[in-house]
């Protein structure tokens, strides 16, 4: 069984497009949220998750924001501008389906938010002791979170009860044990933070007992992406901060 896991999509098709052909076979898709916002083509980023095989999408805070369900207060002014472009922009049928996620979803042993457990759309899991204030907040081994685009691993250590977080290496392989409470971050497919503007996506392996987290990074034509910002007068900096991958 191998699961592709995506967050933050942004917008951005030719990063979706580029992490999906690299991803080659996988036999579910999990989506952790923010699919528009930002980038300048939401419905086609919608219309291409909405079909992907054995899909779990939550609801992000984009998501929330573009459809109505979110107050714009929390967004500066450069968010704010194109979660307005983008309310306007979408097709009714894909801003009803946005509408209709949900805020938190379970699938075997894994739970999945946008943000965290326990605030799902709003906060950030940036550090341990973020980490740690959301072990008590899910009930399975695992939970997989988006909204900060950075990849990272934290983990409930049993020998001190004090939470580890792990260095995130490109393509490697990390077991997973459900007797070690873990959240996983797989990166942003379309608009990364962590200085490297190659999308960054998930893959959950699992052979027999084996649970297997890897997360991967690949080249898309970020300049075309950035181009098209431009071209649409979306704000200046989204298009920027995507060729700094930041
Ligand atoms: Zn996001």
Redesign the pocket.
């Known amino acids: 069984m191998r699961i592709l896991v995506l967050s ?1 999509i ?1 917008a951005n098709l030719p990063a979706l497009e580029a992490v999906l052909a690299h991803a080659g076979y996988y036999d579910a898709v999990w989506c952790l949220g ?1 699919i528009v ?1 930002y980038g300048p083509q939401p419905n086609e980023c919608v219309e291409m998750v909405r079909g992907l095989p054995g899909l779990e999408c939550v609801m ?3 998501d929330a924001a573009v459809t109505n369900s979110l107050d714009l207060e929390g967004f500066n002014q450069d968010a704010r501008s194109s979660a307005e472009w983008t309310s306007k922009t979408l097709k009714l049928s894909n801003a009803v389906y946005l509408s209709a996620l949900s805020k938190i979803r379970q699938t075997g042993q894994f739970t999945l938010a946008h943000g965290t457990p326990r605030n799902p759309i709003w906060e950030y899991m940036l550090n341990p002791f973020n980490a740690l204030m959301n072990f008590g907040h899910f009930k399975t081994p695992f939970c997989i979170v ?2 900060t ?1 950075v990849p990272a691993m934290f983990y409930l250590d049993p020998a001190s009860d004090d939470v580890k977080s792990m260095d995130i290496q490109d393509g490697q392989l990390y077991l997973l044990s459900p007797q070690t409470q873990t959240i996983l971050n797989p990166g ?1 497919v379309g ?1 990364p933070r962590d200085y490297d503007p190659k999308a960054s996506y998930g893959i959950i392996t699992v052979q027999g007992d084996r649970i297997l987290w890897q997360v991967n990074r690949v080249s898309y034509a970020v300049d075309q992406v950035a181009q098209m910002i431009l071209k649409l007068k979306l704000p200046a900096a989204h298009a920027e901060r995507l060729l700094m991958g930041w």
Do not use: R, T
């Open positions: 933050d942004h923010d916002g992000g805070n984009h988006g909204h685009h942003s608009q």
